[in-house]
């Protein structure tokens, strides 16, 4: 059973570029969750998504950033006009439909460099 | 203010030494408690979980923890550590109330020194 996946696993920018990160769950999770790392910071919530839902996005910033989880085909992470500051390494959990207070199996990350 | 607290930036233990990484939490109610490695450019393994029963908790590779509700802690223990433990550790919780987000402490780095 294959991990949950992440691509590109770097991805370089210019300032203003659009940023797309993908993020294929475990098989049999419908649940996905994207966290971001800043440089020597702890991991931050972003959003949490069910199949073609966005359950909680409290911590995606206002502008710029979003994210969805279709029916079919990977979660997506979007991040347009990016800036210097999004540089940071970004990581999907997954969790199954009904798990165990949620314990989350993450991917490899993608890390985001903004030139 | 709700939180997760590592006050441990940098530890540095020698390889056969034991170990104890402190983790501190501010929650109203006890949230579900986890403990995540990660080696350098990798993603996160879950060593251990806690979410009720047995305040003494095994994980991989191993690492254990010990709930202790009176001190808001999650601190996670080796009785002898390798080499290749060098990693930082994340300690992390759900919040009851906050649904199924993890919440993560700021993370400890590892060093073993041979």
């Known amino acids: 059973n294959a991990g949950v996946m992440q691509n590109p696993r770097h991805l370089v920018r210019r300032r203003g570029q659009e940023a797309r990160l993908r993020c294929s769950p475990m098989k049999g999770h419908s649940h996905v969750y994207w966290y971001r790392q800043l440089p020597e910071e702890g991991l931050k919530f972003m959003v949490y998504l069910q199949k073609e839902n966005i359950i909680d996005e409290s911590g995606m910033p206002k502008e710029r950033f979003s994210a969805e989880f279709p029916k079919e085909g990977p979660s997506i992470l979007r991040i347009q006009q990016v800036v210097r500051g999004d540089s940071a390494a970004y990581f999907c959990?997954?969790?199954?439909?009904?798990?165990?207070?949620?314990?989350?199996?993450f991917g490899p990350g993608t890390r985001l460099t903004v030139l | 203010a709700q939180s997760v607290t590592q006050p441990d930036i940098h530890i540095t233990v020698s390889e056969g030494a034991s170990l104890e990484l402190r983790c501190n939490y501010s929650y109203g109610a006890t949230p579900y408690l986890f403990w995540y490695v990660q080696s350098p450019g990798q993603g996160l393994q879950l060593l251990l979980k806690y979410f009720s029963g047995d305040t003494l908790v095994q994980g991989i590779k191993g690492f254990e923890a010990e709930f202790k509700r009176s001190q808001s802690s999650f601190n996670l223990r080796k009785p002898s550590v390798h080499w290749s433990d060098a990693a930082e550790y994340f300690c992390?919780?759900?919040?009851?109330?906050?649904?199924?987000?993890?919440?993560f402490g700021a993370g400890t780095i590892l060093r073993v020194k041979s």
């Open positions: 992390a919780v759900v919040p009851m109330e906050y649904g199924n987000k993890l919440v």
């Open positions: 959990a997954s969790s199954p439909p009904r798990g165990v207070a949620n314990e989350q199996f």
